[in-house]
């Protein structure tokens, strides 16, 4: 826009605006053709001529943006596109809404402002760290391009929220974040199961048995740190029919949906064509949500059943997810009173105590909890743990992921002895000088069946890499179970295994040797090479939001309901460390020695 007007010509073909001359110099630059392409526009350039007279000024303003719309989006575009003319053809309208996205953003990462003593570290994330999680709050589980080309921005798992509600909240932003999550709720159908993801629609149905267990963790946070209540009575539409229904009446689909009918021979959520980890599939036939419920019902139907018996198969069950819906399910016992849903927290609670109980009966190996439960009789019976009989590396009986060590710690699911025994494993088998690695290698054609690992080199992303995301949901599980060692000599060794993987996830570690580890000194990445230690992968990833929780984690930050606690864990040797929290209502110094 210029003085009220747009421009004058436009061109999309780089050719078209160089001719014979170059970037610089461009030949063609005088008159562009102002000719569309249907097909994808690498290249953009706009035309405006206008005169100044001696000493007279004259803003130039671009506007970039896109909008949602199906069908003929002829008049909706029109419509949207004068809203937006009207409103900036006045340069000041202009600076006036920047200023308020930079307003918006100095306050925004005020939250939580460490002084540990080590200045890259504070600044880091003072600065950086937020901003990269309020990135990703935005824009979930898309890649950057250069890493997924043609993949779409949109949305997966609302993990992200977890660290960003607390900045959102502390500026009086709580609508926001309802918001936000509630673009998670109308994506779950009446069933129980969620789309994996979605933009303008959603996409893939239940095909991630992960998807909705995500979102219950996410109230919770939510309402246990506001003590929004009326959140939990709000309606919301329903993914895949007309209508809408409570949070309340959505968590509770979940929980059945999760805990009674996707289940497996041991009780335990399916693992469907993946859980949290998209490359970990087990079975050669699976179904997405759509075809379960269909079968379902045919079963119910076929032997008169109630609703809520188990669905019947022989799929492959996922003891992370178990891990998930315990933590779900306790969420929700805890939550229900306080809304006069005693009934359901009952429920919810017998829920949890079944599953814990089936995964000490079932998932304990004897020195680690299984990653999956193999239920068809292909000759093996567990993936993950000694003894499953699927390592590929020499000299292992068994293969181990990150994943069976943190989520068991997280969801109270695993001994202070399992806790140990699974530390000396994670150790010796897990633990490079990269960090930690996300698996052993596992020879999957025993099971035969392809899964996306085996894509990957060896030490590479899912293939033993060191997935950082993953990495910094062990580094936070360590510190939580620090805090409740009976055993002091654990608490320290569990204590400086998460400072191991925190020092190799912080971005800036790339510039003590940047042209072997890479990586950009701002922004985490989502791998580290277990082998070369290279930083690889999109800056879009969970990594930077669970290093945020680990960081809440190891200065003790716990706002709940306006109460403050405080249980911090310090490195070794450290003497002091302090921060500023700073919060809707007033600032605290917290120092700690």
């Given at each position: ?73 002829r008049e909706p575009f029109e419509k949207a596109l004068g809203r937006l003319l009207d409103k900036y053809e006045d340069p000041a309208a202009l600076e006036e ?327 000396d494993v994670v150790e010796e088998r897990l633990k490079t000088p990269a960090g930690l690695r996300l698996c052993t290698l596992v020879d999957f054609d025993r ?97 930077a939001s669970w290093l945020t929780l680990a960081v809440y984690e190891f200065l003790g930050v716990d706002v709940f309901g306006g109460k403050l606690r405080v ?27």
């Amino acid at each position: 826009l210029c003085r009220g007007g747009t421009m004058d010509e436009f061109c999309v073909s780089l050719s078209d605006f160089i001719g014979t001359g170059s970037l610089e110099r461009p030949e063609l630059v005088s008159c562009l053709p102002s000719v569309y392409s249907r097909k994808m526009a690498p290249f953009f350039a706009m035309g405006k001529a206008f005169s100044l007279k001696p000493g007279e000024e004259a803003s130039v303003d671009e506007l970039v943006g896109m909008m949602e719309a199906e069908g003929d989006v002829r008049e909706p575009f029109e419509k949207a596109l004068g809203r937006l003319l009207d409103k900036y053809e006045d340069p000041a309208a202009l600076e006036e809404t920047l200023n308020r996205v930079i307003g918006f953003w100095e306050s925004y990462p005020a939250y939580i402002r460490p002084e540990t003593g080590d200045p890259r570290f504070d600044a880091y994330v003072s600065r950086n760290l937020p901003f990269q999680t309020l990135y990703q709050t935005y824009v979930s589980r898309a890649f950057a391009w250069t890493q997924k080309s043609y993949r779409e921005t949109g949305f997966r798992e609302i993990q992200d929220i977890y660290a960003s509600m607390y900045y959102l909240s502390a500026i009086g932003e709580n609508g926001l974040v309802r918001e936000l999550i509630g673009s998670w709720v109308r994506n779950v159908f009446p069933m129980g199961y969620a789309y994996h993801n979605f933009t303008i629609r959603g996409k893939e149905p239940g095909d991630c048995s992960d998807d909705q267990l995500w979102l219950i963790q996410a109230v919770y946070r939510y309402v246990k740190h506001t003590g929004d209540l009326d959140f939990l009575r709000q309606e919301f539409p329903i993914a895949g029919e007309e209508g809408t229904r409570t949070l309340w009446d959505t968590i509770m689909a979940i929980l059945t949906y999760s805990g009674q009918i996707s289940v497996g021979a041991h009780g335990m959520p399916l693992l469907d064509k993946a859980d949290w980890n998209d490359t970990l599939r087990l079975d050669k036939d699976v179904m997405q949500g759509p075809e379960k419920e269909a079968r379902y019902r045919r079963q119910l139907e076929e032997r008169g059943q109630p609703y809520g018996v188990p669905l019947e198969n022989t799929q492959s069950e996922s003891v992370m997810n178990a891990c998930l819906l315990i933590i779900a399910a306790d969420a929700a016992a805890e939550l229900a009173p306080a809304i006069g849903k005693d009934a359901d927290g009952a429920a919810a609670a017998a829920l949890a105590a079944r599953l814990r109980e089936s995964m000490q009966k079932n998932a304990w190996k004897g020195d680690f909890f299984a990653r999956c439960l193999i239920n068809d009789g292909r000759g093996y019976e567990y993936l993950g743990a000694g003894g499953d009989g699927l390592a590929l590396e020499p000299g292992q009986s068994g293969t181990y992921f990150l994943n069976s060590f943190s989520w068991p710690i997280l969801a109270g699911a695993a001994s202070e002895a399992q806790i140990a025994r699974m530390l000396d494993v994670v150790e010796e088998r897990l633990k490079t000088p990269a960090g930690l690695r996300l698996c052993t290698l596992v020879d999957f054609d025993r099971l035969q069946i392809q899964t996306g690992t085996q894509l990957y080199f060896p030490g590479d992303r899912e293939n033993g890499g060191v997935f950082k995301h993953a990495a910094m949901m062990a580094a936070a599980a360590s510190l939580q179970a620090s805090k409740k060692a009976a055993d002091e000599a654990l608490a320290r060794r569990l204590r400086d295994l998460a400072f191991f993987m925190i020092d190799r996830t912080v971005p800036y570690a790339a510039m003590d040797d940047p042209f072997v580890l890479k990586g950009n000194p701002r922004f985490c990445t989502q791998y580290n090479n277990s082998e070369t230690g290279e930083h690889i992968g999109p800056m879009l990833s969970g990594t930077a939001s669970w290093l945020t929780l680990a960081v809440y984690e190891f200065l003790g930050v716990d706002v709940f309901g306006g109460k403050l606690r405080v249980s911090p864990v310090l490195r070794e040797n450290q003497g002091r460390t302090a921060y500023t929290l700073n919060l809707e209502k007033g600032s605290l110094h917290v120092t700690i020695v």
